[in-house]
């Protein structure tokens, strides 16, 4: 009986460090959920179909059979697939009294829910997400990511999260515009602010359980959130990273004239958009003429690895 008691832990122990070994395998398809998450917005309400539909059409389009989601944060967002707001307590971490949100409320709330959303529906179940968000909703999961590896008693025990695009993120700071907004969004977007700071010590590159790739992409046209603090690197495209530790960074110059909504509609299959290129796998800048606008960017980023 002790012989047999033994073999059975041993087999639990195995079949243990095999699950850990399929969470840490690469799945480079395109079968997996994908989750979007718009940005700020200065009325509090976003339209999930104007914001996604034109990139959804085309991941489509271009093979991707996992389930869209498009993420509601605001308490007036619209033609959205789901609300956050479900998953956790809106009393807890940096929370409110009451079921709404507006643009004062907290982005580390905002994270915290999205956490437990990404956990309630796929994570728990040993089902991995890729997520693309726009602007300040690439901050969103990066906090929601960050509190969870960091094992903070108010976020889930792991998250599955294979693969972050973020477009137009403000990682390093948004523009002059949040220094005239009073909104604790606009704040905490600011450069320099106490959240962006902690988001560059505590959350550099946070990874979900078997890894997440990250992909930052920045324009020069853009007039919201310029492209070194959305790509995540120094002006001068220093080797060093300054804002975030993302493997992919992508600053696409002005002759490809992507403003900051042009991340989300951009889709032309034609290899021919003028970008600056950043691999860590590689190490370095390259700049590039013949690169791939932004929507087909963000389909082969969350599909393919060394993309």
Aim: proline share 3%; charged share 25%.
């Amino acid at each position: 009986m002790k012989l047999r008691a033994t073999a059975f832990v041993l087999a639990l122990v195995v079949a243990g460090s095999v699950a850990d070994a399929g969470d840490a395998r690469r799945s480079d398809n395109r079968k997996k959920p994908v989750l979007f998450v718009h940005g700020f917005e200065l009325d509090g309400d976003a339209d999930c179909a104007s914001n996604w539909n034109p990139m959804k059409r085309k991941f489509r389009r271009w093979g991707h059979e996992g389930r869209f989601w498009t993420i509601a944060y605001y308490s007036g967002d619209t033609n959205c697939t789901h609300w956050l707001g479900h998953h956790g307590r809106h009393s807890r971490h940096f929370g409110h009294g009451g079921r709404a949100h507006g643009n004062n409320t907290n982005l580390r709330h905002l994270g915290y829910h999205l956490a437990w959303t990404i956990w309630n529906h796929y994570s728990r179940r040993g089902k991995r997400v890729d997520v693309v968000a726009h602007s300040m909703g690439g901050l969103i999961i990066r906090y929601a990511l960050a509190q969870t590896q960091r094992n903070h008693k108010r976020f889930p025990p792991y998250l599955l999260v294979e693969d972050v695009v973020t477009m137009g993120t403000p990682h390093g700071g948004a523009r002059w515009f949040t220094i005239f907004c009073g909104f604790t969004q606009c704040r905490q977007m600011r450069m320099g602010s106490d959240f962006l700071v902690w988001l560059e010590t505590e959350g550099w590159e946070p990874d979900g359980r078997g890894g997440t790739d990250w992909s930052t992409f920045g324009s020069t046209d853009d007039n919201i959130v310029p492209a070194d603090r959305a790509a995540g690197t120094a002006r001068d495209r220093s080797p060093i990273h300054h804002y975030i530790g993302s493997c992919h960074k992508v600053w696409y110059r002005g002759s490809a004239n992507i403003g900051h909504s042009d991340f989300k509609t951009k889709s032309s299959k034609r290899i021919t958009a003028d970008v600056y290129r950043f691999n860590c796998q590689s190490g370095g800048w390259v700049k590039d003429d013949t690169s791939h606008w932004p929507v087909r960017r963000a389909d082969l980023a969350v599909t393919f690895g060394n993309r």
